[in-house]
């Protein structure tokens, strides 16, 4: 929201490392799309890929929700 690329590219880094290690491969690879996104510098088509990356984070938590139930 406040239009800062190397947050973006910080926040989506840590993101992917996470989802690394879950195994969650479509949501490594969507932190991985805002990572670059932020390293380009160019925020003005970030938000579709980090709503996408949004989703993703939810499935994973839904995921692990659902393994501790």
């Given at each position: 929201a406040a239009g800062d690329a190397?947050?973006?590219?910080?926040?989506?880094?840590?993101?992917?490392?996470?989802?690394a290690n879950f195994d969650a491969i479509a949501c490594r690879d969507a932190a991985q799309l805002v990572e670059q996104?932020?390293?380009s510098n160019d925020l003005s088509n970030a938000s579709p890929k980090?709503?996408?990356?949004?989703?993703?984070?939810?499935?994973?938590?839904?995921?692990?929700k659902s393994e501790l139930e």
């Open positions: 190397a947050e973006v590219a910080r926040f989506a880094h840590s993101l992917k490392g996470l989802a996104i932020g390293f980090i709503d996408q990356l949004k989703e993703q984070v939810t499935a994973l938590l839904d995921a692990l």
